[in-house]
């Protein structure tokens, strides 16, 4: 069956460093895949999507790569700030009808000053 | 542009009762996803509506039911309520059922505890 995997559950960083997250997937070729920030109590937000002819995509400080021959997507916040503390959810579309998206559990970020 | 609206925010509901839960989606959207997140998982994927028929269903029984309305908000009824339902439940718009150009929006959820 489809899976997602985000390796981290949790990542702690210092202020200004650059954090980097990572997604994997297998028993699938996703069309493209999306990065979500949650907060606490919140719904997620939707930050990225790239598609699987795109090898990286930028947004200010975001960067992802998204890699199909590793089946892996990588998640980069460069000059990291604590207001970037957040969950963070990567997720790919899944093999059926509609456009239902298959979540990973989540990377939780804490970035200290 | 409005957003996703969810309500109600909070609900506590006992073991056997029944629940509706409703959306208002992003003005323009004409399709409704609802998910399902437990403590410290992802969201899973319950159904999706696109101009008020069924579009998709996740791994959820048929005590899960939903609806869509002419102006594109739905609901989310869950009967015969049990202990394992308690989670928030966020529902996400977009345009389309193709799937979405820039991501979902999603609402702020609705928090449901069973007791």
């Known amino acids: 069956s489809q899976k997602i995997e985000q390796n981290s559950e949790a990542l702690n960083i210092q202020e200004g460093k650059t954090a980097t997250l990572t997604c994997n997937y297998t028993n699938y070729s996703p069309a493209y895949l999306q990065w979500y920030r949650q907060d606490p109590g919140r719904g997620p937000v939707f930050l990225l999507l790239i598609r699987e002819n795109e090898k990286e ?5 975001l960067k992802v790569t998204f890699d199909t021959t ?6 980069h916040i ?36 | 542009e409005t957003g996703v609206t969810q309500s109600p925010t909070h609900l506590i509901k006992t073991r056997g009762q029944q629940v509706t839960l409703r959306c208002s989606s992003q003005s323009g959207h004409n399709t409704v996803s609802w998910y399902q997140q437990a403590l410290g998982q992802g969201p899973q994927f319950i159904f ?16 899960f039911s939903g609806l869509q309305f002419p102006n594109y908000s739905s609901e989310l009824n869950v009967n015969a309520l049990e202990l394992d339902d308690s989670a928030l439940y966020l529902c996400a718009s977009s345009l389309g059922n193709s799937g979405p150009r820039d991501g979902y929006t999603f609402g702020s959820g609705t928090r449901l505890t069973v007791v």
């Open chain 2, 48 to 63: 999706q509506y696109y101009r008020e028929e069924e579009n998709g269903r996740g791994n959820f029984p048929p005590r």
């Open chain 1, 70 to 75: 590793l089946k892996q997507s990588l998640f």
């Open chain 1, 78 to 113: 460069t000059a990291s700030q604590p207001a970037d503390s957040a969950t963070y959810l990567c997720a790919l579309e899944a093999n059926q009808a509609g456009t239902a998206l298959i979540f990973g559990k989540g990377t939780t970020l804490s970035v200290s000053s």
């Open chain 1, 57 to 61: 995509k930028r947004k200010e400080r």
